[in-house]
């Protein structure tokens, strides 16, 4: 499989743990973890725009929109706004499992 490219550096990435995914409203890119730090530097404003998913808190946020997310869609809580909760709360599940399918599955732990 082909391995994925750093967008600051173009150098490709060589293992797992090296390899941040950064989204930024619907684009996702893959960054060596020193070039995200150089990029978070260089991009500062008061809205960080760039936000890593494959990080722990990244890992953490995407168990707890998916549990709220189920028990949405398994109870009838708030309804019809409980369904419209549910429609966004999918991005950022489907975020990080495009992120993973896409570029973490293709690189050696």
């Known amino acids: ?3 994925p490219i750093c967008m600051y550096c173009h150098k490709p990435i060589q293992k797992r743990d090296q390899l941040v995914t950064a989204s930024n409203m619907l684009r ?3 960054y060596h ?3 995200f730090k150089e990029v978070e ?3 500062s404003t008061i809205w960080n725009l760039w936000t890593p998913i494959n990080s722990a808190s990244g890992n953490i946020r995407f168990v707890l929109i998916l549990i709220i997310a189920i028990w949405f869609l ?3 809580v708030l309804g019809g706004v409980g ?3 549910v429609l ?3 991005y950022p599940i489907v975020v990080r499992m495009v992120s993973f399918f ?3 599955q293709r690189l050696p732990k």
């Open 83 to 85: 369904d419209l909760i």
């Open 74 to 76: 398994v109870t009838d």
């Open 28 to 30: 996702i890119k893959p």
């Open 1 to 3: 499989m082909k391995q």
């Open 41 to 43: 530097q260089e991009v």
């Open 88 to 90: 966004l709360a999918t």
């Open 102 to 104: 896409l570029y973490e």
């Open 33 to 35: 973890y020193v070039c």
